[in-house]
């Protein structure tokens, strides 16, 4: 869903998490045609709204693929938010990851060590973990996305590498 209070254009995203945009306005602008260099007959509309430049806010215009950008951006961190919890949550459950998370300050205790755009991290003993379990989570954790196609890969290494 899209609506806006007026002081704010709201899209809920499937996972229920709102992307908010600050005091949109709707703005008419004249378009000269290009072959022409008359001005078209019908002034082009288009949205602006607040958002927040260094210590200020400035009035942003939307470009077409804007809106459509931050829902899939938005659900794709949605996604991996969630495999992140399950994977965390997986992975405190294996004895020999938990022995050696706990001789980590207790700030630490993780087995996901990075993630990057949509990849996770793990920092575990090896063999420890099954990959085939972390892709597992990682495409079936999000409740709000079952039946959407999701796809995972991995790899197992000594660093970390793109």
């Known amino acids: 869903p899209i609506w806006s209070t007026g002081a704010w254009l709201i ?3 499937p996972s229920g998490r709102r992307l908010l945009y ?8 004249s378009v000269l045609d290009e072959e022409t260099g008359k001005k078209a007959r019908q002034p082009r509309e288009y949205l602006s709204f607040l ?4 210590k200020g806010m400035v009035r ?30 997986d992975t405190v459950q294996v004895q020999a990851i938990a022995f050696y998370l706990a001789t980590l300050p207790e ?3 993780t087995a996901i060590s990075l993630h990057v755009h949509d990849e996770l991290v793990l920092d575990i003993p090896r063999d420890s973990y099954s990959l085939k379990r972390m892709i597992e ?21 000594e660093r970390y590498r793109k």
């Open 60 to 89: 942003e215009k939307a470009w077409p693929g804007l809106f459509m950008n931050n829902i899939v951006q938005g659900a794709a961190n949605d996604v991996l938010r969630d495999a992140s919890i399950a994977v965390h949550n």
């Open 11 to 13: 899209i809920q995203l």
């Open 107 to 109: 700030w630490e205790r």
């Open 137 to 157: 989570l990682m495409v079936s954790s999000s409740p709000w996305a079952k039946g959407c196609p999701l796809a995972a890969e991995g790899w197992i290494g």
């Open 22 to 29: 600050a005091q949109p306005r709707i703005h008419q602008e």
């Open 51 to 54: 958002t927040s430049r260094g």
